[in-house]
Nanobody, 126 residues
Framework: QVQLTESGGGLVQAGGSLTLSCAAS??????????MGWFRQAPGKEREFVAG????????RYADSVKGRFTISRDNAKKMVYLQMNSLIPEDTAVYYC?????????????????WGQGTQVTVSS
């Protein structure tokens, strides 16, 4: 089993920045071969894909709503994944989840991910 633990959430004003971190632990010997993703869920809304990072060639993919503002990165040696969030807007307010799937393809459906963190709250005030 792989355990994922997010951190770095908090309250920020619109236009500000936050960096979320996700630490992988447990049976992580193959984690470098996993695709890592970030999802979010706002109150009353469905969970949505935010960003993904494939181990294969380091490819990335972003939701249109965050493209140009968010950057996903990973450090396989440290078993960490990051989400740098800039130019935050109130609509970015949500619980953010880190996820991992044992495939090189970046998937946008949450059901395609094998492991999930507990989530970290991000609140953007106007």
């Amino acid at each position: 089993q792989v355990q994922l633990t997010e951190s770095g959430g908090g309250l920020v004003q619109a236009g500000g920045s936050l960096t979320l971190s996700c630490a992988a632990s447990g049976r992580t010997s193959g984690i470098s071969g996993y695709t890592m993703g970030w999802f979010r869920q706002a109150p009353g809304k469905e969970r949505e894909f935010v960003a993904g990072h494939s181990w294969s060639g380091g490819g990335t993919r972003y939701a249109d709503s965050v493209k140009g503002r968010f950057t996903i990165s990973r450090d396989n040696a440290k078993k960490m994944v990051y989400l740098q969030m800039n130019s935050l807007i109130p609509e970015d307010t949500a619980v953010y989840y880190c996820a991992a799937r044992s495939s090189s393809r970046i998937a946008t459906g949450g059901y395609e991910y094998n492991y999930w963190g507990q989530g970290t709250q991000v609140t953007v005030s106007s």
